[in-house]
């Protein structure tokens, strides 16, 4: 043990934080795509996978040590440290990676003295292998005391820890890029507790710390820099991640959030999630308690099982609807297709008497049954059916009576549709649509999951089973109601509300249960507590009309698979044997020692003294919170568990921050104003928000002025999973930024801010790139920074030059930042954020070019030059294009774009470029590189001599024979970009640059 340190109260007091210097953006953007791809695997979605945006747990972390960590006087060892706290060196990644077998490394280390290591069984054999490495094992026989061969057993050192075969293990790691490696292997949080076991003794020397966990070294920096362990809080909770994680990392914690969904997770996640074993063996038995209550009344009822050893599973229910022109009653289907993988299909066969279809089910359904069953009886928007050979197309819209209203000045569609009653559950037979059990999804009833299941088609049982649920739930509803076992609260209208009181006709949010989902859910949530109302909430969202049925995976839906409320015309509803996997959220358990406070209050009510804010505001209406999450809490909103009972059960929509307009700022200022009110001097914030569009900058220079804080470092972490890529959306991202409260009241005029921005955009682009540069990184060709972060720097910059004064050319910023927006105005703000970025872009000499020659070129050769560059990178981004053009003052990037669309975005190829636009007019046209690129063209044409070719070049290029050494450079330059993307074009741009250097003179 070392010598106790001592630590030093309010040392780091002054002391700028790590994350106002640096931060690994790129290997912080892999692990925080890792943490999205585990899907449910994430450390607390389990709780809850319908609640959306949840900000990812590593990337927390990356904010709140940054935070707490200094920024020394030596930024690369700050850096190593904290990629050491943060998994990402190369041992912790060994770790997460795995230990090879010791062969492996025998094959692959050189290794003096492979004893120090390794064993040998039977040991006699030690003698008879080579002391060093590398060698390959299987190639050694060896001969025993015995007389007899064998083969060698090589097995680590009984007496070696884990921390010294990974230092060991880690040189043999295969030599990629992180990107690569980190996709392969664990996240640290899988393997919490060893991950870090190596790291302390050079965390302490660096920091002047005695840890030997998260929770001391929190503790001691917080004393370092607060004078207490520090307290952080997250004004905007949501499902509590960010409280989260900074509690298990050891700070204290208060989380608030104006929707008690929100506080009901990060209950959920403190006391769940970070239960400790005593908690979560009670926790357990509750559970147990409850499903074994729930199964028994259900049984009694008598209501899910055909008497002959099975029950039901799935209940399949589809709306029907008479057709205008034929008085049939048809089913809206928009497949037919029951199982995709096991082949069902249900077909519908006209009852002519009744005028109505019956729905049978076809087992072991042919390829073309398949095919055929693919289109349902609802397609485009309409009903269809066909009777007597003649199909009948009705649009639901036309049936349903739809037609434009105007209410406020704004445009609505009404139409004929009944409003329901508080007390309804169901259609009335007079309704316009009416709903239809048609198919049951049975279980055998012998408890096994793996039982067998099979879906049958509706039986007279079925329907008397039907039939005493609905009754039954007839009968109670309005004293359930009365005690709040189902919601009685109206659904208000709203953007994402509206559409099932339009489309159906529900008022209330009990409506878009049906009974049997009614019915569980009642009996469940009269004996909830607050351990098992979190996985309550969770079996709503597996369990109502707005849940599909996916004949691909043969399974019922969450409701929230997106964030808005789409009634359907046919789902799936789960019976009562899905309860366990439901009230059971499946999770890892991280004990939680620090002190958590939650609170359901507005952001600009929270009264304590907090050292942190991380906060992840809404933006721009992304999630409409305040409406979808009504969906739970009316279910919780009479009687809620005791723990809960304080918070109001009422999504207040009235003060949710929302849009982005002139209220939002003000909602904005008002929360943060407040943050900096209970911030200490020395306090620091991280705000976290998505990147939307280009003036968020603006906005939130504004809304930081007008709280009374300043920027001090801003950062992008590309937080999208691949998926959203592919779908061609524009890549998003979170932007952090980092402030610290504005004690002075400096002055400026504008003339002189302009120096002093591009004096901030250099010096942070040359720390960035003189990183890159140092960097001696293990991973392959890594950069530590990309151009993405560089130009980011810009944004920084000028939040951070812009937002230190309170003053600039004698107006007050603070208030100035409150004056609503004139649209299509751009203001001071705006102009100086610009500026400022573009004088970042400029710096961004792209890799492989020389300084000078760069130096030389226009503004649209830059352009072409950098693009080149990205794209040989795989990088087609268009806002990539569009910003550097802005940036080398491109007047028209037409003449060189061949596509501009969001991902897919290219440049014009020599060939494609071609003869045109080679005029003075052109803004390409007369420059070297045009030239050059026409001459690769008539190469590649392979219609002209070379030595024409070169004559014609001579003709374009003024001053040819002193600009030759420029051609061969950037000929070479082409080729190297384009060698894999159009290798001919590559291989004639080196064709040309060995002729121009060739030539006689
Ligand atoms: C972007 S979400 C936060 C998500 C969270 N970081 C997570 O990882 O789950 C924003 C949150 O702000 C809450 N909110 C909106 N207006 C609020 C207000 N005026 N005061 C407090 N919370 C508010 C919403 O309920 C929502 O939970």
Redesign the pocket.
């Known amino acids: 043990m070392s010598q106790q340190q001592k630590i030093i109260p309010f040392i780091l007091r002054e002391t700028p934080s790590l994350i106002e210097s640096v931060l690994p953006v790129q290997k912080l953007s892999v692990d925080v795509y890792k943490e999205r791809m585990a899907g449910s695997g994430q450390t607390l979605t389990g709780l809850g996978s319908y ?1 959306k ?3 990812p747990l590593v990337l927390n972390k990356a904010c709140i040590l940054g935070c707490l960590l200094p920024a020394t006087k030596n930024i690369k060892r700050d850096l190593e440290v904290f990629e050491l706290l943060m998994g990402m060196d190369e041992v912790t990644l060994s770790k997460r990676y795995g230990l090879p077998k010791p062969k492996e490394l025998l094959a692959q280390l050189k290794l003096p003295n492979i004893w120090d290591y390794f064993d040998v069984s039977p040991p006699e054999l030690r003698s008879q292998l080579p002391h060093s490495a590398p060698f390959i094992l299987d190639d050694y026989k060896v001969v025993r005391s015995s007389g007899s061969l064998a083969k060698p057993i090589i097995s680590w050192r009984k007496d070696l820890s884990e921390d010294q075969k990974h230092s060991l293990a880690c040189a043999a790691m295969p030599a990629k890029a992180y990107r690569e490696l980190a996709t392969t292997v664990s996240r640290v949080e899988e393997i919490n507790g060893f991950a870090h076991s190596h790291i302390w003794e050079q965390v302490n020397s660096h920091l002047g710390t005695d840890a030997n966990s998260f929770s001391e070294l929190i503790n001691q920096l917080g004393i370092m820099r607060f004078g207490r362990r520090p307290v952080l809080a ?9 409280p989260f994680e900074a509690a298990r990392l050891g700070c204290d914690v208060i989380a ?4 008690p969904i ?1 506080c009901m997770l990060t209950w959920g996640a403190f006391n769940i999630i970070g239960s400790n074993v005593e908690q979560k063996n009670k926790i357990e038995l509750e559970q147990k308690a409850l499903i074994e209550s729930v199964r028994s009344e259900i049984d009694a009822l008598n209501i899910e099982t055909d008497g002959k050893g099975w029950r039901g599973k799935v209940y399949l229910y589809c709306l029907e609807i008479t057709c205008p022109e034929t008085g049939w009653r048809v089913p809206l289907l928009p497949s037919l297709i029951i199982s995709q993988t096991k082949k069902i299909v249900c077909k519908l066969v006209p009852d002519e008497l009744n005028k109505r279809y019956r729905i049978d089910i076809v087992n072991n359904a042919s390829e073309d049954e398949m095919t055929a069953a693919k289109k349902g009886s609802y397609q485009d928007q309409s009903m269809v059916h066909t009777v007597g050979g003649i199909e009948y197309r009705s649009k639901i819209a036309t049936i349903r009576g739809d037609f434009n209203d105007h209410e406020n000045g704004k445009r609505i569609i009404k139409n004929k549709l009944r409003q329901w009653e508080k007390s309804e559950v169901m259609y009335r037979s007079d309704d316009i649509f009416s709903e239809r059990l048609y198919a049951i999804q049975w279980i055998r009833d012998d408890g096994n999951s793996r039982s067998d299941v099979e879906f049958r088609g509706i039986t007279a049982g079925d329907e008397d089973r039907e039939e005493k649920v609905n009754l039954y739930v007839k009968k109670n509803i309005e004293e359930w109601q009365k005690e709040g076992l189902i919601p009685d609260m109206k659904i208000e209208p709203g953007d994402k509300t509206d559409e099932p009181i339009r489309t159906r006709g529900w008022t209330y949010w009990h409506q878009l249960f049906n009974p049997r989902q009614l019915l569980l859910a009642a009996i469940i949530k009269k004996k909830i507590t607050s351990n098992t109302a979190v996985g309550f909430i969770n079996l709503l969202n597996w369990n109502a009309k707005l849940s599909i049925w996916n004949p691909g995976n043969n399974n019922v839906q969450q409701v929230f698979a997106n964030q808005a409320l789409n009634p359907l015309y046919n789902y799936g509803c789960r019976g009562s044997c899905w309860i366990g996997q439901h009230l059971v959220p499946h999770y890892s358990q991280f004990e939680i020692l620090s002190k958590f406070k939650i609170i359901n ?4 009510g929270i009264i304590d003294q907090v050292d942190i804010f991380v906060t ?4 721009g209406d ?2 409409k ?2 409406e979808i ?1 009504e969906f739970f809490i009316a279910w919780l909103r009479k009687n809620p568990p005791k723990e809960f009972s304080d918070w109001i059960w009422d999504s207040r929509r009235a ?4 849009g982005e307009d002139h209220d939002f700022k003000l ?1 904005m200022v008002d ?1 943060y104003k407040n943050m900096t009110l209970r911030m200490p001097d020395n306090g620091i914030q991280v705000i ?1 928000f998505t990147h939307q569009s280009g003036s968020i900058w603006a906005d939130m220079a504004n809304i930081v002025w007008a709280s009374g804080l300043q920027v001090t470092a801003a950062w992008y972490v590309v937080t999208e999973t691949d998926s959203a890529l592919r779908e061609g959306q524009y890549v998003k991202g979170t932007i952090l930024l980092i402030l610290r409260k504005r004690l002075q009241s400096q002055e400026v005029a504008r003339d002189e801010l302009a120096y002093e921005l591009a004096d901030e955009v250099k010096k942070q682009v040359d720390l960035l790139t003189g990183l890159n540069r140092d960097s001696k990184d293990f991973y392959k060709d890594e950069n530590l920074f990309e151009d993405a972060d560089l130009q980011m720097a810009g944004y920084a910059a000028a939040l951070r030059v812009l937002t230190r004064y309170k003053t600039i050319d004698g107006v007050d910023m603070p208030q100035e930042s409150l004056r609503p927006r004139v649209k299509g105005q751009s203001t001071m703000v705006d102009e100086l954020i610009e500026f400022a970025v573009n004088i970042a872009n400029e710096y961004l000499v792209p890799e492989g070019m020389d300084t000078s020659i760069w130096e030389k070129s226009t503004g649209i050769e830059r352009l072409y030059l950098k693009m080149l560059d990205m794209e040989s990178k795989g990088i087609f981004t268009l806002s990539n294009y569009q910003n550097f053009a802005k940036a080398f003052k491109v007047r028209d990037d037409g003449e060189i774009m061949n596509e501009a669309k969001a991902n897919k975005a290219s440049l014009k190829t020599a060939k494609q470029l071609g003869k045109k636009g080679m005029n003075a007019a052109d803004e390409f046209g007369p420059t070297i590189l045009r030239s050059i690129l026409y001459a690769i063209h008539i190469l590649e044409e392979n219609k002209t001599k070379p030595e024409d070719v070169l004559h014609q070049l001579r003709d374009l290029v003024p001053d040819y024979f002193r600009e030759r050494s420029r051609i061969s450079a950037l000929a070479e330059y082409i080729s190297k970009k384009t060698s894999a993307l159009r290798p001919e074009e590559s291989s004639n741009a080196i064709v040309l640059r060995d002729l121009v250097r060739r030539e006689k003179v």
């Open positions: 609640w945006g949840r900000k997250d004004t905007f909770s949501g499902s509590g991640q960010i608030s959030d104006l929707n929100a209050d507005v952001a600009s992840d505001p809404p933006y992304a999630v919170y305040e999450l003060l949710a921050i929302k909602s929360a976290m």
